[in-house]
Structure formats: structure tokens, C-alpha cells
């Protein structure tokens, strides 16, 4: 039972970034680490990857000052689309407070 309040924890401390508006994720971050997360990960795949950059940096220069970029993970995923395979990049960016 402690495995799923684990992961049930860091499902709620990932913020996907995509088409929504900058502020809307920024927003989010926020609200994650305003309501107790000492850790939140800012994730994007492929185009969304300038906007997570972007969401970090607009939360840490602006918004908290205490929060630090802890990690910044980048990778590519191979997804399969129309029968090809295609390879797109992904950023995972973890801030702590």
C-alpha cells in the first residue's frame, strides 16, 4: 500500500508541458510546490521542449527565488507513426525549492 501513495506522489509532482499557454504550466509549478512538493519535474517531448525551458526558468527568475533547477534529463523516444518509426526528443527538467 506505501508503493501506491509513492507513486500516486510523483504522478501528482509531473507537470506535462504541450499546446496549453506558457502561463498555464507555469501556474501549475506553482501550485505544485504551493501545496508542499519539495521536487516537481517539467517534462516535454519534441516542438513542447523551448516552452519547458521557458516554464522553469519564468518560475525560478520570477516567481519563486528559491527554487533551483536540481537535473536537467534529455533522451529521445522512438514512436511508431503510420507503420514508421520516427524519433522525438524529450527534456525532463526537475526544480526543487
Known sequence: MAEKK???NQAENVIYVGK?????????????????QKEVHVKARGRAISKAVDVAEIVRRR???????KEVKIDTEE????GKKTYVSTIDITLTK
Not at 496549453?20 to 508542499?36: E, H, N, R, W
Not at 516567481?63 to 533547477?69: A, K
Not at 514512436?79 to 503510420?82: I, P, W
Open 6 to 8: 509513492e507513486e500516486s
Open 20 to 36: 496549453k499557454p506558457l502561463m498555464s504550466y507555469v501556474l501549475a509549478v506553482i501550485t505544485q510546490f504551493g501545496a508542499g
Open 63 to 69: 516567481f519563486i527565488n528559491e527554487v533551483s533547477i
Open 79 to 82: 514512436r511508431e507513426v503510420e
